[in-house]
């Protein structure tokens, strides 16, 4: 059998799909993704909007930003987790997937903010917005498709990071990779990777649906249809 | 009434872009401020709805400070137009118009009726409002900008180079279309932009202000050609400033002679007949006209047909011309005899140029003329 008769037999498998199975792992996954991101996106979508319309501290929060990516998750997981106990382990998970989610989604706010062309921020000030009008009313609808960029971004990480959840025994779809690789079972590992990739694309493909939802039409970056002209 | 009294407007850094400004702006006209850059007319303009702050002086707003109210507030009762238009881009065309309105708490479906009304007003049709900025044209978005501008209905509209982004021809059908509306709305509108002729087609009254935001010049087009204050004005309102001024004087005075007709598709013998000086004006049905044909056009053909005419040069219309289109129109015409024409567009003679130099004169003995 080859190798991706194998990945394909265990994937397949009724066994593997059993409740405490495949379904359980992919719950803790989503749990744990679910989590951090909205968590991530509450510190940093008002941050990212007030300094990207204040345009005050950008240079500062770029380079705190900078230092944060340099994080390494696994070992910051492995720290923090002794040291809160292991009653705590999931909060430990999501502070460290909530730090990968933030530099993302703050950046991609601030210069969403941040980009939305002065001459529409200056109109819409000239006609009488208020500072609360010009941000929700007009910077933040701007700004969308690259937050929700970001978004994308920052959810696709954490998925893919969240497998070291079972690392400190949380499970999540990290569980086959790790009991794979020690087990010499290839067939889980892979599978376990495949899963976590397919969860991945599945949630890009959704965010994408969203975007598309929430996005204005008039903000969408193909068209192709040149509209004749007329003065 | 907008007056600016001892209007300052200086930097951190010491630079002075509005200088001491004393200025009082009629309701009802059209005030263009012009200058090179560096002049202060935007930063002059943006002051009146607060968008800069001035350092020192008072500027009132139908006697009242405009200080006494909030900035925002302020804002929603004076129109703004700039220079991109400056349109929402997620924001239907509709939307876009009904911004002010919305603002101030009318229904959303009263304000977008209005906008589709205010569309047309401006010149576009109702079914643009669908669609997004994006997928308008350049002198489309400035028409909605404008009638964003005019969607509450503000006694007073300010415009920041609002036609400095779009080609020459857009931006003259641009200014006509202002000038139409301006002629309905009579709205009081302070206009701000670096090209002179702008300023002197669209100005009841100029604001010259040189670099350092001091004001050289405040008059009317015709007398800011006549009369430059120093020269500075002069070497702004720039060359051939003795002709442009004839665009202030009416025709009326100017004879109109007869001038040599000839229909289209009659033979060459009957057109070689009616020649006058060796020209005539070809013309249709409705004795507007077509072109030229001369001696020289007539020898080889035997019927004078659209695609053998000499172009024609401007037309003077009798009843609305000036001495500037008159005299263009005699200067530009290969016949040097100008076509002048009734409102119907009909030839009913034409001018020569020594008739307009004439015209002049009188005009100048009658004092019509400021010298």
Request: aromatic share 4%; with cysteine.
């Amino acid at each position: 059998m080859s190798v991706f008769e194998q990945v394909w037999v265990w994937l397949t498998s009724p066994d593997n799909w059993a409740a405490n199975g495949i379904p359980l792992r992919l719950l803790e996954h989503l749990r744990y993704t679910a989590t951090a991101i909205p968590i991530a996106a509450l510190i940093a979508v008002p941050l990212g909007a007030y300094i990207g319309h204040t345009r005050r501290g950008g240079t500062l929060v770029v380079g705190l930003l900078n230092s944060v990516r340099a994080l390494p998750e696994l070992g910051m997981l492995v720290l923090l987790v002794p040291a809160m106990g292991l009653l705590l382990a999931f909060e430990a998970l999501t502070i460290v997937l909530v730090l990968i989610a933030v530099p993302p989604l703050l950046a991609g706010t601030y210069a969403g903010v941040r980009n939305v062309e002065p001459s529409i921020v200056d109109a819409a000030r000239g006609m009488g917005m208020s500072e609360r009008e010009v941000l929700f009313g007009v910077e933040l609808p701007n700004a969308l498709p690259l937050m929700l960029g970001a978004l994308r971004a920052a959810t696709l990480q954490v998925i893919a990071t969240a497998s070291i959840a079972a690392f400190v025994s949380l499970g999540g779809l990290g569980r086959f990779v790790i009991d794979g690789n020690a087990l010499r079972q290839f067939d889980q590992m892979a599978g376990g990777a495949v899963l976590i990739a397919a969860l991945a694309i599945t949630a890009e493909l959704v965010l994408a649906g969203v975007q598309w939802l929430v996005v204005s039409p008039g903000l969408r970056p193909t068209r192709t249809r040149k509209r004749k002209a007329t003065t | 009434m907008i007056e600016f009294q001892a209007v300052t407007k200086r930097y951190d850094d010491g630079t002075v872009v509005v200088d001491s400004l004393d200025l009082t702006i009629e309701d009802g006209g059209i005030t263009v401020f012009v200058g090179p850059s560096g002049c202060g007319k935007t930063t002059s303009l943006r002051m009146i709805n607060r968008m800069i702050d001035a350092t020192s002086g008072t500027i009132l707003l139908d006697g009242a400070d405009i200080r006494a109210q909030s900035p925002a507030k302020l804002r929603r009762g004076i129109g703004y137009v700039i220079q991109h238009a400056g349109l929402f881009p997620h924001r239907s065309v509709l939307d876009n118009v009904a911004t002010v309105p919305v603002l101030l708490g009318t229904r959303k479906s009263t304000a977008r009726k209005q906008a589709a009304e205010l569309l047309e007003r401006v010149g576009l049709p109702a079914e643009l409002g669908k669609r997004y900025p994006s997928q308008l044209s350049g002198g489309q978005q400035q028409r909605v900008g404008v009638a964003r501008a005019l969607a509450a209905n503000p006694p007073v509209l300010l415009m920041d180079e609002p036609f400095s982004a779009v080609d020459p021809v857009v931006r003259d059908g641009l200014q006509e279309e202002l000038l139409r509306l301006q002629s309905d709305l009579g709205k009081t509108i302070v206009f701000v932009t670096h090209d002179i002729d702008e300023a002197i087609k669209l100005g009841d009254k100029v604001a010259v202000l040189r670099v350092g935001g001091r004001l050289a010049q405040y008059a009317t087009p015709a007398e800011l050609l006549a009369r430059p204050a120093d020269d500075f004005v002069a070497s702004f309102v720039g060359r051939d400033r003795g002709y442009r001024a004839l665009g202030f004087l009416s025709a009326q005075g100017v004879p109109v002679g007869p001038v040599a007709t000839v229909a289209l598709g009659a033979s060459a013998e009957q057109a070689r007949a009616s020649l006058d000086n060796g020209w005539a004006v070809v013309v249709d049905e409705a004795k507007r006209p077509l072109g030229w044909v001369s001696e020289g056009s007539l020898s080889t053909v035997d019927q004078v047909r659209p695609e053998d005419l000499v172009s024609g040069g401007s037309l003077f219309e009798v009843d609305s011309g000036t001495l500037r289109t008159a005299l263009d129109s005699a200067l530009s015409s290969p016949a040097a005899l100008g076509i002048a024409i009734d409102a119907q567009g009909a030839v009913v003679g034409g001018v020569v140029a020594d008739t307009v130099v004439k015209a002049l004169a009188d005009a100048r003995r009658c004092g019509e003329v400021p010298t």
